[in-house]
């Protein structure tokens, strides 16, 4: 009794230190992963909330270059007239300027150089201009003697209402002189900062300058479009839905202020920001999406969970295996059930050996004929896959009824044939023995490829037929296999037999026992298989169909 008490204290303090183990892998375990579960969590809900905020950012760029697409489209239908003209816009402003809601006013300012200067002055007297002189930002008159640059005056303008900005130079501001010059030289549609627009009433605004050149490339002047500030970027935002709640700001580049705000009404501690940009007439848009969602404070609850999840089992886990340990029997029968357990292994790996010596004779024998002369590498590539595919599905319907037998009708589906679903199929359903079940599914396999390529399969009317029967039901009853085709192009007998001739012809027989017959009929490919039932299925299962 002490000896034995002696031999199982060493056991125990094993026993012991693999529960202490195993506690403190499970608690490291469950710690990692709910470290990986909050960052896993995390990132996913990231990128669903981006993919929203891209899908609304997307619906709001379109918005905004459909402006910028606007003034480029009416500026090329523009036809300046002579300086002298009055009214040049005409009735062209005011059809241009009801094209786009949040559009605020729209005018032409040609480029003028000091000897037009008269020309414009009789054009503003011409159109009843409210102050007929060239004027200044700061409403002073100009005398164009005295500048260094061309002039762009306001020499027409829309709605009716702002007329009283005509004669106002806008290259003596200095922002819109700078996004005119830039129209100039780059020949696109530039925008301004966001500026103080003067009209009635003021208000802020994003002026979209396009420039105008005659069929010489000479440069005319520009088409001013301006477009209110909280009109714009209201009607552009709300052109989709974003995410629930989000606040989402708009800033122009180097500003630091935001150019618009969309409040939500819900404000968070610790929102999650999304930014994305865009280019606006040359110039940069950044919107700020806030959501109001804390993603590290949810992380840290999801992955605070999944511990508390991973500790309840390794306790659990541990209770269960400390008790399985304390209630193990004496090792008494080891030795027998090793010896049983090493003769079951023996007996596993000598039919392992014998299984893999069947599937790698097969495959070799699939490889080696596929070698067919006349074919391209590729041709021979795609046939050779095809084939070793066919009878991968079926070993695999093989390994799954552990090598016992395999359906007859298993081996006619999608998995293995191509267009199995147009195959019409009659006849009992048998079980096949595995060195059968290999042999018809390469041969339906070669048959339904056959009619996919050449045959009633490759086109759409076409019908394949494929019956069989077991004919004198007594002591040696025999299979009957016939495949027929109908309603496909006309058959020719093939000029090149390659593998697919040679194991309908000869191989698949010779493996059943028995015999085929091929038919190239003009109305559609035939095919018949004879083979004895024995050959085909074991000895129980012949009688149980014979019965």
């Known amino acids: 009794m002490r000896l034995r ?24 375990l469950s710690i990692y992963a709910a470290r990986e579960e909050s960052q896993q969590y995390r990132a996913l809900e990231r990128l669903r909330i981006g993919e929203i905020v891209d899908l609304h950012f997307a619906a709001v760029s379109e918005h905004l270059l459909e402006r910028a697409n606007l003034a480029k489209t009416v500026s090329r239908f523009f036809i300046p007239p002579p300086l002298t003209a009055p009214s040049p816009l005409g009735t062209f402003g005011a059809r241009a300027l009801g094209l786009a809601p949040d559009l605020a006013t729209i005018g032409w ?24 002189t060239l004027r200044s930002a700061d409403g002073l008159p100009i005398d164009p003697s005295k500048l260094d640059r061309p002039m762009f005056p306001v020499v027409d303008v829309e709605p009716e209402h702002n007329r009283f900005v005509m004669g106002v130079d806008a290259g003596s501001f200095p922002g819109r002189l700078a996004a005119i010059l830039n129209a100039r030289r780059t020949h696109e549609v530039t925008r301004t900062r966001p500026l103080r627009l003067v009209q009635a009433p003021a208000s802020n605004a994003l002026l979209l300058y396009a420039p105008i050149f005659d069929t010489r490339d000479r440069f005319l002047g520009v088409m001013g479009f301006g477009f209110k500030v909280e009109e714009l970027f209201q009607t552009a935002l709300a052109n989709a839905k974003g995410p629930d709640g989000t606040a989402i700001s708009v ?9 618009f705000r969309l409040a939500s009404g819900i404000e968070a501690q610790r929102p999650t920001l999304f930014e994305r940009k865009m280019d606006f007439g040359q110039g940069e848009l950044k919107f700020v999406y806030a959501v109001p969602r804390d993603l590290q404070r949810e992380g840290f609850r999801r992955g605070l969970w999944m511990a508390g999840a991973g500790i309840a089992v390794t306790l659990a886990a541990v209770l269960f295996f400390g008790f399985i340990a304390n209630r193990a029997a004496v090792l008494s029968d080891e030795v027998a059930s090793r010896k049983s357990a090493e ?30 002369p006349g074919l391209s590498l590729t041709e021979i590539q795609r046939t050779c896959e095809g084939r070793l595919q066919a009878l991968a599905k079926a070993m695999s319907i093989l390994t799954a009824s552990d090598w016992k037998s395999v359906s007859l ?28 079940a290999q042999t018809f599914a390469l041969l339906f396999y070669e048959l339904a490829t056959n009619a996919a390529k050449h045959g009633a399969l490759s086109v759409p009317e076409g019908r394949v037929t494929l019956q069989w029967r077991i004919d004198n039901l007594g002591s040696d009853p025999v299979f009957h296999l016939h495949w027929k085709e109908s309603g496909g192009p006309v ?4 000029v090149r037999r390659g593998f ?37 299925i074991d000895t129980k299962s012949a009688s149980k169909t014979a019965a």
């Open 343 to 372: 003769d079951r292994l023996k007996v596993l790996i000598h039919e392992l050996n014998h299984r893999v010596r069947n599937v790698m004779a097969v495959a070799q024998a699939v490889v080696r004929l596929s070698f067919t």
């Open 5 to 28: 008490e002696s031999l199982n204290l060493p056991q125990r303090t094993i026993s012991q230190a693999l529960l202490i183990l195993l506690t403190v892998g499970g608690v490291l």
């Open 109 to 132: 300012l040609p480029q003028v150089d000091a000897a037009d200067a008269e020309q414009v002055l009789q054009s503003l007297r011409a159109s009843d201009a409210p102050n007929p």
């Open 409 to 436: 009708r298993s081996l006619v589906s999608e998995d293995i044939l191509p267009f199995a679903g147009r195959i019409e199929m009659e006849g009992p359903d048998i079980a096949l023995r595995a060195r059968s």
């Open 251 to 259: 800033y122009s580049h180097g500003s630091e202020e935001p150019l």
């Open 500 to 536: 697919g001739e040679l194991l309908v012809r000869r191989i698949a027989p010779r493996d059943m026992g028995g015999k085929s017959e091929v038919r190239y009929e003009p109305a559609g490919f035939e095919y018949e298989l004879e083979a004895p039932l024995r050959e085909l």
């Open 491 to 494: 058959v020719e007998a093939p």
